[in-house]
């Protein structure tokens, strides 16, 4: 008896994981398809990816969609870390106020923040393009990282910055080397969200660009009316890069937890 | 310190979102400057039997999908919650990798392997079945949101029943509860929030998306998703798609009250009932 529970929760685990995995799989596959087919596999051959790296287009929509993610990571972390640092000393009205405005974007269908925001930049008359896309990143991504710092400051005494500034800190210098490393899993989970966020975003990004900044998923988008399996070629290299950082990640932490073990 | 991003947050969030209450209201024409309160954009709607269906298809679509996703997220996060701590680990970090790939290009993907010189019709071919035709149905639509938001589905519930006491359990069964008992009178109810948020992490979406439902169900599906794209991206008629959004966000809300309200009704102390 069992024994069958153990083997359907297999079958179960099984599937669901091939049902995930099967798409990724499949583009791996075709990546090396000789013919322009998705469907039918004709022979192996590495055109796309030669053809990948001669698309101009395609580059520059990869340079675009890292650069935006970086850009954002890094503004979003910085306001959004020093912004939560504030409300966590604020009157309980203002944060009320900040958190109920930042769950606009969260809880909002993507397609309305981004015609919101598509109305908003031609009604002020802005050149749609790379700025905007980056201002609309920045905008989605600061919620997140407050979100995700609040936690941490929430446990942190709240004497610890008078102390440090009693010993003589200035403010700047008690958050930098007080409050900041205190919450510094905080703020790398927060920023590690963000830079997901942008890296996959479509929808928004999608409605407030223009002037032909595009990022990878707007070129995939633009893609189904013509079909590119260079497309193909490009997700296969950025399986091979998370593979790779995921087995980086896992042979630290192993290595790090040996070392422990050794220690004890 | 928060000045700053309260202008941003002001500016760039609450800026927008009355512009689509403004534009939704007012008569068409893309000036701030020159507007007309009207209710134009809505009659438009409400009296087209064209949009209507389209509204009636795109939930139809999300409460499929969102059943779907429960049916199936339950299931998998029970035995996800139910494995020892690494192996559970191990098994969320799998089902989240795929989510950091482009989900244009899964989505994509799916087009290839639905075909009908695709992979699961050369499978079915050695039973003698097809080829049938799956692209542009409703079947691939809607396998491609529950592809998609089913990983949001598995994780809520997955996070209430790691929390789940396990002490309840072994009361129920000291109590006389078989297993099954104990399941459904004391695991179910307690997971009931977990489904909840579960639900609306991925009805929204779905009753929002507009690339699955052009990427499987081609170009001639329609979802109230891709009708407000369209209205902003080539029709240029800000003013009912603005309109449109609304109806959605109210559709929405509503949706989720009513969830709310029947989680409330099963779960007022933990009772379960059928």
């Given at each position: ?25 499949h583009t ?30 395609m ?8 650069l935006?993610?970086?850009?954002a ?6 306001i959004?870390?020093?912004t ?9 009205i ?18 309305v ?7 908003f ?13 980056l201002?609309?990143h ?16 929430r446990?942190?005494d ?28 905080g ?60 087995t ?17 | ?14 800026i ?8 939704a ?73 795929p ?11 799916w ?15 050695f ?13 691939a639509?809607?396998l ?32 006389g ?27 929204l ?6 690339f ?24 240029g ?21 009513v ?16």
């Amino acid at each position: 008896m069992k024994k069958g529970h153990k083997g359907l929760k297999l079958i179960i685990m099984a599937v669901t994981l091939l049902f995930f995995y099967l798409p990724i799989i499949h583009t791996i596959i075709f990546s090396f398809n000789e013919s322009k087919s998705l469907s039918k596999f004709t022979g192996f051959s590495l055109q796309w990816y030669e053809k990948m790296f001669h698309n101009r287009d395609m580059m520059m929509s990869v340079f675009y969609t890292i650069l935006i993610a970086v850009l954002a990571t890094l503004i979003s972390t910085v306001i959004g870390t020093i912004t939560a640092i504030g409300l966590s000393r604020s009157r309980k009205i203002v944060k009320a106020l900040v958190s109920q405005v930042n769950d606009m974007p969260v809880m909002n269908p993507d397609i309305v923040t981004a015609i919101g925001l598509l109305m908003f930049f031609s009604v002020l008359g802005l050149r749609k393009g790379f700025m905007t896309m980056l201002a609309a990143h920045v905008m989605f991504c600061i919620p997140y990282v407050i979100l995700s710092v609040t936690p941490k400051l929430r446990s942190l005494d709240p004497n610890l910055l008078d102390a440090a500034m009693d010993l003589g800190c200035t403010p700047m210098q008690a958050l930098i080397k007080v409050i900041v490393p205190q919450i510094s899993s905080g703020i790398l989970s927060g920023a590690l969200i963000a830079f997901t966020m942008s890296f996959d975003d479509f929808v928004i990004s999608y409605f407030v660009t223009g002037n032909g900044v595009n990022n990878i998923s707007i070129m995939a988008y633009t893609m189904t009316k013509r079909i590119n399996p260079s497309i193909n070629a490009l997700t296969t290299l950025i399986v091979v890069i998370i593979t790779i950082a995921l087995t980086f990640v896992n042979i630290i932490s192993y290595v790090s937890e040996k070392k422990k073990r050794r220690k004890v | 310190m928060v000045y700053p991003y309260i202008v941003w947050a002001a500016v760039m969030i609450v800026i927008p979102m009355l512009l689509i209450l403004l534009y939704a209201f007012t008569a068409k024409g893309n000036s701030v400057r020159a507007f007309v309160f009207t209710l134009d954009n809505f009659k438009k709607f409400f009296s087209d039997p064209v949009f209507l269906s389209v509204l009636e298809r795109s939930l139809y679509i999300a409460v499929v999908t969102t059943v779907i996703c429960v049916l199936l997220g339950y299931p998998i996060a029970y035995i996800i919650a139910r494995s020892s701590n690494i192996s559970s680990a191990r098994l969320l970090l799998l089902i989240t990798i795929p989510t950091w790939i482009n989900t244009l290009v899964r989505t994509y993907a799916w087009r290839g392997i639905l075909d009908k010189t695709g992979i699961i019709n050369y499978g079915l071919s050695f039973f003698g079945i097809g080829p049938v035709k799956f692209l542009e149905t409703n079947f691939a639509v809607v396998l491609g949101m529950v592809y998609n938001f089913l990983p949001f589905m598995i994780i809520q519930i997955y996070n209430t029943l790691n929390k789940l006491d396990e002490n309840y359990l072994y009361a129920a069964a000291d109590l006389g509860a078989t297993k099954f008992q104990a399941f459904l009178k004391v695991t179910l109810p307690l997971s009931v929030p977990g489904i909840v948020s579960g639900i609306t992490l991925v009805f929204l979406p779905a009753v929002s998306s507009f690339f699955i439902p052009k990427l499987l169900g081609g170009g001639q599906y329609v979802l109230i998703g891709n009708v407000i794209e369209s209205q902003f991206l080539t029709a240029g008629n800000w003013n009912f798609g603005s309109a449109l959004s609304l109806i959605m966000a109210v559709v929405i809300i509503i949706s989720m009250a009513v969830t709310r309200h029947i989680d409330k009704k099963i779960n007022p102390e933990g009772e379960y009932e059928d």
